[in-house]
C-alpha cells in the first residue's frame, strides 16, 4: 500500500517471521552459535527462551533452513495438547505412520525410526515451540525421550523453545532431572536503543529504503515504547509508515510515533510512561503532593522499570562474558596447536637424525636440536 510512496520493494516490518531478513544483534548472534554448536556437537536437551515477539521462531527457522539437508528435524508449534498426545504429534511431525494407540507401542515405532535414521547417519532433532504451555506431564515424557539411544550416541535430540516462564518452570525441584539434561541454554533478551536503531535500518535497507525514513527522534520513541521487542517495533513501525503516507510525509518522525500510541492501534503495544513523567503527572493532580496510593503506585512503577532494567544488563554482562571465554578458548586452543605441531616437528627432526647412518656413534656427545 505504502511501499511505492516511500521508495520501497517491499513492506519493511512485517511481524511474520523471515529468516530472509535476519537481523542478528549480538544477543540473537551468540544465540545462533550457541544453538549451532549444540546441534552439531549433538548435545543432549537445548534450551532457548526470550519474551514474546524477541525473535525465537525466525532464529529457528533460520537454522532450519541451513540444517535441513543434514539432519531429519520437526517442529511443533501448537503446544495446547494433553501428554497423551505429545507422542502421537511427533510421530505425525516426522511422518511416522502408526497405528497404535498406546503410549508404549508409539514409543516402539518413534525408537524403531530413530534406529533407522542412525543406521542411516542421519541426526534427528525435535524442537518444541511454545513449551511453556505444555503439561507437567508432557514435559516428564519429553525427559523420557532422552532415555532413546544406543550405548554412545544419542537417537533424539531435543530444543525447547519458550517464554521465561518455562526456564522458571524447569528451575523447580519436579523437573530437576529434565534440567541436568540440558547441555545448551540461552536467553535472547530486549535490543538496546543503538541495535534499535540498527535494526529498523536493517529492516529498511533490506526493503530497498535508504537512510533516514525514520528520525533519530522516531526510533527513541520506538524504542522507548516498544521496550527494544522486535515484533512491538514491527508493529510500531509498520503502522507508523501508514500514518506517514496517509499525511503524504516522506519521512516518519516522533510525532507519528506518538500519534500511533495516542490513537492505541497497536493493541499489543502501550504507552509507556517514564517514572517523571509519572511523578509529574501524579503530583499535577494534587497540588498539595501525592497521595499514599499514588506513591505507591509511582514505587511500583519505579521498581518495574529497574526490575526490568536489571534483568537486561545481566543479560547484558552474561552474554558478554561469554563472548570474552569464548575469545580465550579459541586463542588457548590456537596456542595448543602451535605447540603440538611444534613437538610434532621436533619429533620428527629427532627421529631423522636417529635414524640416520652412525647416528648411535656420537663418542660421548649428546645430539641437541635447536629451536626457534
Not at 148 to 175: C, W, Y
Not at 196 to 207: D, G, L
Amino acid at each position: 500500500m505504502y511501499e511505492s510512496h516511500y521508495g520501497l520493494t517491499t513492506k519493511p516490518f512485517s511481524i511474520v517471521p523471515n529468516p530472509e531478513i535476519l537481523f542478528l544483534s549480538k544477543n540473537h548472534a551468540n544465540a545462533l552459535t550457541y544453538l549451532e554448536y549444540g546441534i552439531s556437537e549433538k548435545t543432549g536437551f537445548i534450551l532457548l527462551t526470550g519474551e514474546i515477539g524477541a525473535g525465537k521462531t525466525t532464529l529457528i527457522r533460520h537454522i532450519l533452513n541451513k540444517i535441513e539437508s543434514k539432519i531429519k528435524s520437526a517442529v511443533i508449534f501448537n503446544t495446547n495438547f494433553s501428554s497423551d498426545q505429545l507422542l502421537r504429534r511427533i510421530l505425525d511431525e516426522f511422518e511416522i505412520h502408526a497405528d497404535a494407540e498406546q503410549k508404549e507401542d508409539q514409543l516402539a515405532r518413534l525408537y524403531q525410526f530413530l534406529i533407522d535414521q542412525f543406521k542411516n547417519g542421519r541426526h534427528v532433532l525435535l524442537i518444541v515451540d511454545e513449551a511453556q504451555n505444555l503439561p507437567d506431564d508432557a514435559l516428564e515424557d519429553i525427559r523420557m525421550l532422552s532415555n532413546l539411544q544406543t550405548d554412545n550416541h544419542i537417537l533424539l535430540q531435543v530444543m525447547l523453545v519458550g517464554q521465561p516462564e518455562l526456564k522458571a518452570r524447569l528451575s523447580r525441584p519436579a523437573f530437576r532431572q529434565l534440567a541436568q539434561r540440558i547441555a545448551v541454554n540461552y536467553h535472547i533478551s530486549a535490543l538496546d536503543r543503538d541495535q534499535t536503531h540498527n535494526y529498523i535500518a536493517y529492516r529498511i535497507e533490506a526493503a530497498g529504503g535508504g537512510p533516514g525514513l525514520f528520525s533519530r527522534a522516531a526510533i527513541d520513541a520506538v524504542y522507548r515504547h516498544s521496550g527494544g521487542i522486535p515484533r512491538s517495533i514491527n508493529l510500531l513501525c509498520d503502522t507508523a509508515l501508514v500514518y506517514g503516507y496517509a499525511d503524504n510525509l516522506k519521512r516518519v518522525n516522533g510525532q507519528i510515533i506518538e500519534k500511533v500510541l495516542d490513537d492505541d492501534i497497536c493493541m499489543a503495544v502501550g504507552k509507556r510512561k517514564t517514572v517523571s513523567e509519572t511523578v509529574k503527572r501524579v503530583v499535577g493532580k494534587n497540588e498539595a503532593g501525592p497521595t499514599i496510593m499514588e506513591r505507591i503506585y509511582w514505587l511500583e512503577t519505579s521498581m518495574a522499570e529497574l526490575k526490568r532494567e536489571h534483568q537486561d544488563l545481566m543479560q547484558t554482562v552474561k552474554n558478554d562474558l561469554v563472548t570474552k571465554y569464548q575469545h580465550l578458548l579459541r586463542m588457548e586452543q590456537r596456542r595448543y596447536d602451535q605447540l603440538m605441531e611444534r613437538y610434532t616437528q621436533l619429533l620428527r627432526i629427532k627421529g631423522l637424525a636417529d635414524a640416520a647412518p652412525g647416528a648411535g656413534d656420537h663418542n660421548g656427545e649428546c645430539l641437541s636440536v635447536e629451536g626457534e
